[in-house]
């Protein structure tokens, strides 16, 4: 083995994904030295592994902490606006559902693997920062103060002071947390995988309408399709795993075009490598983290849990990166309220964050549920326009959820309360019709 020293300016940051990337360049402009371990190759040389791109949809947080670094222009341009979802019901035309009370608010379709080559770059010229690919961290020693890492040219010991697990749900270095006596960890698996499609540009131009996330829901599964720059989309099935209609019960080309020809048929055709896709991507697990505390201390280290590694949450408010970027940026802010003192920082952050991290949490998996199974209901869809027209009419009291959500930094916890209390405010005075709907809410919302 061989050992190398840090400085009390070091920082450990272990995961070059996108919270790491960030919080690494932040950290560098605040003049510590950074050095990020990676477990995989430099994925700017090895590619995407196919199947798991995972468009991302980039909103209102994630935009405001790439703004921060200088990054924010340069991901529009990299993006594809989308403003409502367009839902396909079987047997029926597709119907367009507005995220925004004016219609003119998008969430940002974006690559994931683009996005974190951007972040990646940006740490990489950032002075302070070195990046380690293929650096397997094996163990953390926070009473000697060691990170244990496995590299091509053997083991090494190196010092750490302070170390930031950014290395995702199936963190390595979570365990020097969650371990520990008086410490709470919990995976929870959706029976539900996701398997990713691909509709190709039709002659030239995109196959479906590029300015929507696209619903084929179908009660308890569904597809969505996020736009790409080259006009392609990129199709995500949510489905269980097991079972009748699940991801393991389609096995021949055969059953994989009926199944399809069945329940989305009008995406059939738009879909030429269709099976090949279907029978070859891997299938990926959908998990929700929880942890509690997310920092550790020994004698000589400590350790802080970033993003995924702290919470991770299902994909389906969008709001995973944009989550773990605010980790990130609360960082940043602490280290200037404290003045750089770690002993304040790692615990104002987590006591901070975790109430925000628990609140999205929920509320993703709420979101689950409306968008495989409610999107198709006219009840659903008075309600929507019935909370629309309120922030229409009462913009400074009335606000969706999602819009809160997608188009604000509101915190997430507040985002929360105020939408338990719209819904309270919504289904109370609903049998007295809108006009009773805009009184109530008039009267209730400007007393919170």
Request: charged letters at 25%; one cysteine or more.
């Amino acid at each position: 083995m061989t050992t190398d020293k840090s400085t009390e300016k070091d920082v450990t940051l272990v995961g070059a994904g996108l919270a790491g990337c960030l919080l690494a360049t932040l950290l560098g402009r605040r003049g510590y030295q950074v050095t990020v371990l990676e477990r995989r190759s430099d994925p700017r040389l090895a590619g995407a592994e196919r199947g798991r791109s995972i468009n991302l949809a980039l909103s209102a947080r994630g935009l405001d902490a790439l703004e921060r670094v200088g990054l924010r222009e340069d991901a529009l341009a990299a993006a594809l606006p989308m403003r409502g979802r367009m839902v396909h019901p079987l047997g029926a035309s597709p119907n367009f559902q507005s995220y925004s009370a004016d219609g003119t608010r998008a969430i940002n379709s974006i690559s994931r693997s683009g996005l974190n080559e951007a972040l990646l770059e940006t740490a990489e010229k950032t002075p302070g920062v070195t990046v380690l690919f293929e650096s397997r961290v094996e163990a953390v020693d926070l009473d000697r103060g060691i990170v244990t890492v496995a590299r091509p040219d053997g083991v090494q010991e190196r010092a750490a002071s302070i170390v930031l697990a950014c290395d995702g749900a199936y963190s390595a270095t979570r365990r020097a947390v969650q371990f520990r006596e008086g410490a709470n960890y919990a995976q929870d698996f959706l029976e539900h995988g996701y398997k990713e499609l691909t509709i190709p540009a039709r002659d030239g131009d995109f196959a479906v309408d590029p300015g929507a996330l696209h619903i084929w829901a179908r009660g308890g599964s569904m597809m969505i399709a996020l736009p790409n720059l080259d006009k392609s989309f990129t199709c995500t099935l949510f489905w269980p795993k097991e079972g009748p209609g699940g991801l393991a019960s389609l096995t021949t080309p055969e059953a994989v075009r009926a199944h399809f020809q069945r329940e989305y048929p009008d995406v059939v055709d738009l879909m030429p490598t269709l099976v090949e896709d279907y029978l070859i991507n891997p299938v990926g697990s959908l998990v929700t983290v929880r942890a509690w505390p997310w920092t550790a201390h020994g004698a000589r280290a400590s350790v802080a849990l970033v993003g995924d590694a702290a919470h991770a949450i299902v994909p389906f408010y969008g709001q995973g990166a944009n989550c773990a970027f605010e980790d990130a940026i609360e960082i940043d802010a602490l280290l200037e309220k404290h003045d750089g003192d770690w002993s304040r920082v790692l615990p104002a952050y987590e006591a901070a964050r975790k109430p925000n991290t628990d609140a999205i949490a929920e509320m993703a998996l709420q979101n689950f549920v409306e968008m495989r199974d409610l999107v198709n209901s006219r009840v659903h869809r008075t309600k929507n326009t019935i909370v629309h027209a309120l922030e229409r009419w009462l913009p400074s009291l009335v606000v969706s959820r999602y819009e809160l959500v997608s188009f604000s930094t509101v915190p997430y916890a507040e985002v929360l309360r105020r939408s338990r209390l719209q819904s309270r405010v919504l289904s109370g005075a609903a049998a007295a019709g809108v006009v009773g709907v805009v009184g109530a809410a008039v009267k209730v919302l400007r007393r919170r």
